[in-house]
């Protein structure tokens, strides 16, 4: 689970902000929040962040990205660290970005710290805290890494690693390529448990949508059917890896990074999707294609016939059966995720979701939006309700509503919301003129 993410420095924050999932005194919906018990600690399963355009909703998941990638990947030798940081002000370029994450692995809460510039990293650190105290795991300024004295195990190794780990890469991602698994549950869980999803994500877990898994397709199916999509099934043609209009230089891409169980998604030039595999050494491709009833008879279409909705469906229904399922514990950043979507269809995934959700779940779903008929106290409590705004200097802030004391559990947040009593809403001035050439006159609009 995310505990709490804290950046400076970075896009629109030019502040030290964070954003936390720990719950508050709040006695609303009490009953789908996650307990720690050996802490004693509550994590909310949900978050929605509100905001107006270019508020930086968007930077705050594009900065969680940043630092999941940098961790996974890493960089080659010389190349820069693509930080960046807060942008009106030129002087911040020179000043370091930083990021905090906190997370909870196997019931022990982690915190992964570092910061960055350019050319090089100027801190990192990693503790751990149990029910009865914190530990360090190491501390990085610059080039000296030190490891914490309850480090034991491979600790010669670690040290000879610490001593040649680059300036540009991150002592913690060095440890897991070097194979020494003493940091590997928080790399892991960045890479495996922390799912972040853009507007233009295609076809999450699309190895389960079809193929392998019939069961997780069968749900996937009846999602579809009961959201009104009009989609029964969705179906798989295989076809000949050599009909796919498709470059050599492409396909070898594709090739290369293929591995056991991945799936990669190919759009043609005529907009038709594909799945591309590889079985036994073998690529194969299967053409994707959405199956309705109409009058009892099964009709075949392409995806590139589907309504952007139904894509957008078809998108994260997988992403949401996997937060309801039992004992998972992935995190789903989702970026806009009423794009597309019609509002009923967003709140029953989310409904969906948090009749799942009690105080031994681990799963969390966390999202941006601009769909203000979601805000609602029925659902959610005020502080899983997060704002972000930005001021005359361009700096974006971001703060739950729970922070408004006047914002009782009976009240109509939207409404207050929309009356601009919190913040986080369009800053709109004047109004706009436009000239109407037929009438050779001016229209005002409001």
């Not at 751990?128 to 309850?150: D, P, T, W, Y």
């Not at 230089?249 to 990669?264: N, R």
């Not at 970026?335 to 105080?359: A, G, M, P, Q, V």
Request: net charge neutral; proline share 3%; hydrophobic share 40%.
């Amino acid at each position: 689970m995310l505990i709490s993410f804290t950046l400076k420095n970075w896009l629109s924050f030019k502040e030290e902000s964070t954003f936390s999932m720990v719950a508050s005194y709040e006695k609303q919906h009490i009953e789908h929040v996650a307990v720690i018990k050996k802490f004693p600690l509550k994590v909310l399963p949900i978050s929605a962040i509100y905001g107006g355009n270019a508020s930086g909703k968007s930077n705050l998941i594009k900065a969680l990205s940043f630092v999941k990638e940098f961790v996974i990947n890493g960089l080659a030798p010389e190349v820069p660290i693509p930080v960046t940081p807060y942008r009106p002000v030129p002087s911040g370029k020179n000043e370091p970005s930083s990021f905090s994450v906190s997370m909870l692995i196997d019931e022990n809460v982690y915190e992964y710290s570092f910061s960055i510039t350019a050319t090089e990293i100027i801190t990192e650190q990693l503790t751990v805290a149990n029910s009865s105290s914190e530990k360090l795991l190491f501390k990085r300024e610059k080039n000296k890494i030190s490891l914490g004295e309850n480090i034991k195990k491979n600790r010669q190794t670690l040290e000879f690693i610490a001593k040649t780990t680059r300036k540009n890469f991150l002592f913690l991602t060095n440890t897991v390529w070097q194979n020494i698994a003493t940091f590997k549950n928080v790399y892991d869980w960045f890479k495996d448990k922390l799912q972040i999803v853009f507007p233009n994500s295609k076809f999450i877990l699309q190895n389960t949508l079809i193929g392998k898994n019939n069961h997780f397709a069968q749900q996937v199916s009846n999602m579809l059917q009961k959201l009104g999509t009009g989609i029964d099934h969705l179906d798989g043609n295989e076809v000949p890896i050599e009909s796919l209009d498709i470059s050599d230089e492409a396909l070898t891409k594709i090739q290369s990074s293929l591995i056991p169980d991945k799936v990669i998604v190919y759009k043609d030039l005529n907009n038709i999707f594909y799945f591309i595999y590889k079985e036994k050494d073998v690529i194969k491709a299967k053409k994707i294609v959405s199956v309705h009833k109409v009058n009892n008879v099964l009709t075949t279409f392409n995806l590139s016939e589907e309504s952007d909705g139904n894509l957008r469906a078809i998108d994260l229904i997988p992403a949401f059966l996997i937060l309801a399922s039992d004992d998972n514990d992935k995190v789903f950043v989702i970026d806009e995720l009423d794009r597309s979507l019609h509002t009923k269809l967003t709140d029953k995934l989310i409904s969906f979701y948090l009749e799942s959700c009690n105080e031994n779940k681990r799963s969390q779903l966390i999202f941006t939006t601009h769909d203000v008929m979601l805000m609602s106290q029925e659902n959610m409590r005020r502080d899983e309700i997060w704002l972000v705004e930005r001021d005359h200097n361009q700096t974006s802030s971001i703060f739950p509503i729970s922070d408004f004391t006047e914002i009782r559990s009976d009240k109509n947040i939207r409404k207050s919301y929309l009356e601009g009593r919190m913040g986080g809403i369009p800053n709109i001035t004047g109004n706009v003129k436009l000239y109407d050439a037929l009438n050779n006159e001016e229209q005002i609009y409001y």
